[in-house]
């Protein structure tokens, strides 16, 4: 009697473990694929940032108060969500290595 409880505990378990598993998983995949996606924004952010500074080659907008302002913005989004997906990945890359 006793075996067979034991036996029913441990299947159950066991169950319960497999399933907490697959969804680790499955969050994991989700986050790398959000990841992708926040560098290929942050990517088109920077292209954003170099055409508006080709386009203003002489410093003409960027130094205009009502558009400068906006200019600024934009590039201090664009460096802080580097620099937080630089952050990110330096955490992921150091707690894999713990693995």
Do not use: C, H, P, W
Not at 12 to 29: C, F, M, Q, R
Not at 52 to 57: A, G, V, Y
Not at 85 to 95: A, G, K, R, W
């Amino acid at each position: 009697m006793l075996n067979t409880l034991l036996i029913l505990v441990i299947l159950g378990l066991s169950y319960v473990i497999y399933n907490l598993l697959n969804k680790v998983e499955k969050y994991e995949e989700r986050i790398l694929s959000k990841t992708d996606d926040v560098q290929i924004l942050l990517l088109q952010f920077r292209n954003i940032l170099d055409k508006m500074k080709d386009i203003d080659n002489k410093k003409i907008f960027e130094s205009d108060d009502e558009v400068g302002v906006t200019f600024e913005m934009l590039k201090n989004l664009i460096e802080a969500n580097e620099n937080l997906l630089e952050q990110y990945i330096n955490e992921d890359d150091s707690s894999s290595d713990g693995r």
